[in-house]
């Protein structure tokens, strides 16, 4: 029998999965894209959410474009997630 909730954990984890790729601009990276898609694997959703923002709030040379910042809004939203990540993004997108 299915979680009640596994549709909105697949529809979560899709919206998740292309944010891997911020992960992949450099190979000294590659433990934290493994975290991730360990965190995506067990459902760790919201973590998997917070470690994307916080790799990207702490690269020293911030790359991301729009639709990494509307994925990020989006999942936010799907979860129902109330913090300062996507303001802080776009603050630094934005510089």
Same mark, same amino acid.
């Given at each position: 029998? *299915?979680? =009640?909730? %596994? *549709?909105?954990?697949?529809?979560? +984890?899709?919206?998740? %999965? =292309?944010?891997? *790729?911020?992960? &992949?601009?450099?190979?000294?990276?590659? %433990? %934290?894209?493994?975290?991730? &898609?360990?965190?995506?694997? +067990?459902?760790?959703?919201?973590?998997a959410l917070h470690l994307a923002c916080s790799f990207l709030l702490d690269s020293l040379i911030p790359v991301f474009d729009a639709s990494v910042l509307a994925r990020i809004e989006t999942a936010h939203r799907a979860m129902d997630l109330h913090d300062d990540c996507v303001e802080k993004l776009r603050s630094i997108s934005s510089q």
């Open positions: 029998m *299915a979680h =009640p909730l %596994q *549709a909105h954990y697949e529809h979560v +984890a899709a919206l998740l %999965q =292309p944010l891997r *790729a911020v992960f &992949d601009t450099e190979a000294a990276h590659g %433990q %934290q894209r493994e975290f991730f &898609d360990e965190l995506l694997a +067990a459902n760790e959703l919201e973590i």
